[in-house]
């Protein structure tokens, strides 16, 4: 089987997908695949479901959903079930079966290795696989809790720094005018994140808009001033500076 986090919850046997339709057990299965291999305490299992208001039966709803998920992830031919009970809790046992975000962050540990290693173009491919794996938010809807939460959180930085590593392999390989696009739509989606606006006025300016480089700059600091009363960073001070000085190192190096 494969388990799928990096977009609304999902469980893959071949060719076929399967969603957990109950909430309640989907917040079971998410908080199980996120501390996959580990045992969590039942205690930490109600509040992600119930939140700290619990029911004066939590104890045996836990016991009839953990019941429940196991019928879910049962199989022909599967004899034991991945959910074990173990003391303190329960624990979600891999096995030989794969979880998406394990894969994501093998693709990303090898982009980065790769490109330590001077080799961009296998870089490059490692990071758009590992983001042709998310289909969406990481959970989907479910982030109520706090092991959720966190893991969502992490997911999504997670996502991102893997975005901006992959337009830098894009850079290294010469591919500044074909990214712009893609960067004008990262800035809109994240507004706050300054390292696309950097990205976004070096593709512009090594594609030979100065003028449209110097644009985002000023909108970066628009966005920054009237939400937080802050200038942009100094990298991006000193890009803009180093661009009305026509700065020689901000000319693109050959592949």
Known sequence: MRYEMLGPIR???????????ARKIEVLLAVLLVRAGQVVAPGQLMTEIWGEDLPRRATAGLHV????????????GQADSPIVT???????????????VQDFKRLVADGRASRRAGLPEQAFTRYQEALALWRGPALGDQRSGPVLTAFAGWAELARLECAEELVECAFDLGRHREYVGYLYAMTTENPFREAFYRQLMLALYRSGCQAEALQVYQTARSVLNDEFGLEPCRTLRDLQRAILLGDPRLEAVAA
């Open 11 to 21: 469980v893959l046997d071949g060719d076929t997908a399967h969603e957990v339709s």
């Open 65 to 76: 959903y953990i019941s429940q998920l196991r019928k879910f992830l049962a199989r022909p």
């Open 86 to 100: 173990t003391q303190p809790g329960y624990v979600l046992r891999l096995g030989s079966d794969q979880l998406d």
